[in-house]
């Protein structure tokens, strides 16, 4: 069964630095594009970033281009979320996401998620 | 702010059915790209429903359905169970702003 844990979440300051990982297991992980999907509390779904599997083509959404980027070590099968210049509305759940290779753009497996709290 | 317009929430008595939509624009669905739907549980990481457009995962039972046309899509839950109690999204891609998810619609089992 295909397993993706996320770790590295915490309380951080205003302005602040954060490095999420995501460990994948059970499935080829080079073989798969990767992304970063975030919720903040009691709110929607929010894409974050994307990453293929070979690394050549890299995608963030506006709200945290040139602050977060992402990486991916497929040796280590580890997926990774550098996130700077944090700010308060960057508080959410950041879940590790796996591409689905059918037709289309999607996630097929999620981890269970870490909380990343941004507050003074 | 997501781009994908859903109602914030439906309910129906067990047995029943009841459907989501999704609306889109020309810049997302209408452009023909697929839409998915994905299930979260209270507490639980969201997980895939349906895939391009009317497609079930293994494991996930018929009673739901997907559906698109045109700038819109619909999730169809029938024979409602208290099991399915949870919060529904749908998701597409846009030419802009690449993945995107709907607004979210919370299902109550009366």
């Known amino acids: 069964e295909v397993q993706l844990v996320e770790s590295g979440g915490g309380l951080v300051k205003p302005g602040g630095s954060l490095r999420l990982s995501c460990a994948g297991s059970?499935?080829?992980?080079?073989?798969?594009?990767m992304n970063w999907v975030r919720q903040a509390p009691g709110k929607g779904l929010e894409w974050v970033a994307s990453?293929?599997?070979?690394?050549?083509?890299?995608d963030y959404a506006d709200s945290v281009k040139g602050r977060f980027t992402i990486s991916r070590d497929n040796g280590k099968n580890s997926l990774y979320l550098q996130m700077n210049s944090l700010r308060a509305e960057d508080t959410a759940v950041y879940y590790c996401?796996?591409?689905?290779?059918?037709?289309?753009?999607?996630?097929?497996?999620w981890g269970q998620g870490t909380l990343v709290t941004v507050s003074s | 702010q997501s781009v994908l317009t859903q109602p914030p929430s439906v309910s129906g008595a067990p047995g029943q059915r009841v459907t989501i939509s999704c609306t889109g624009s020309?810049?997302?669905?209408?452009?023909?790209?697929?839409v998915f739907w994905y299930q979260q549980l209270p507490g639980t990481a969201p997980k895939l429903l349906i895939y391009?457009?009317?497609n079930r995962p293994s494991g996930v039972p018929d009673r739901f359905s997907g559906s698109k046309s045109g700038t819109s899509a619909s999730l169809a839950i029938t024979g409602l169970q208290a099991e399915d109690e949870a919060d529904y999204y749908c998701?597409?891609?846009?030419?802009?702003?690449?993945?995107?998810f709907g607004t979210g619609t919370k299902v109550t089992v009366l």
């Open positions: 990453i293929t599997g070979g690394s050549s083509f890299i």
């Open positions: 391009g457009n009317t």
């Open positions: 998701q597409s891609y846009d030419r802009s702003l690449s993945y995107v």
């Open positions: 059970e499935f080829p992980f080079s073989s798969y594009g």
């Open positions: 996401a796996r591409m689905g290779q059918s037709s289309g753009y999607y996630f097929d497996h």
């Open positions: 020309s810049s997302n669905i209408g452009a023909g790209y697929d």
